[in-house]
């Protein structure tokens, strides 16, 4: 066999090889594209308003009993309320009381952030475009570490002096 020859197999057995490392790294990240649930999801949007939303972004989960029902589509800041207005697409299978509320919530002590909904009783389901009427932030949860740990007051100011009042006088009277 001619070097010429053994050339061209490796030549072959190198483009096989490498062709089959990119179709394999294809395949998975089709995979995860479709497991982590990254596809659109065709649904109806939900609105909350709320004070905080450290943490979360665009394509943050929204679970309801721990299970993702959708995702954050968008956020958008008020320049009059300094509000941010949290848009989510949820799954239409999935409908969600009127009086539902939502919340900022964290995946344990280190985890990811994520808006938890918690269903209401009402009968009426909330529609297309409405908003959460009871909506809470995000809570610092550093912040509370470190009050704690401390043991500062919430206000993070140092607190008043106790009122001294008038001392009573002692008592000469009695005696033995």
Do not use: C, W
Not at 138 to 161: C, E, H, K, W, Y
């Amino acid at each position: 066999m001619s070097a010429q020859a053994v050339a061209r197999n490796n030549n072959t057995v190198e483009t096989l090889i490498g062709a089959a490392v990119v179709a394999l790294a294809l395949v998975f990240a089709a995979f995860a594209y479709y497991r982590t649930g990254s596809g659109g999801l065709s649904g109806y949007e939900i609105n909350a308003k709320l004070s905080k939303v450290d943490g979360l972004a665009i394509g943050t989960d929204v679970r309801l009993a721990g299970i993702k029902i959708g995702t954050v589509s968008d956020l958008t800041l008020d320049p009059k309320t300094y509000l941010v207005t949290v848009h989510m697409d949820i799954q239409s299978d999935i409908k969600l009381p009127e009086d539902s509320s939502v919340l900022v919530t964290q995946a344990g002590f280190l985890g990811g952030q994520y808006l938890s909904v918690t269903p209401g009783g009402d009968d009426k389901m909330m529609a297309a475009g409405s908003y959460f009427e009871n909506a809470q932030g995000s809570i610092d949860v550093m912040n509370l570490v470190g009050r704690f740990a401390t043991g500062a007051n919430s206000t993070n100011q140092v607190p008043a002096p106790k009122p001294t009042g008038p001392k009573a006088a002692p008592d000469l009277g009695a005696g033995p």
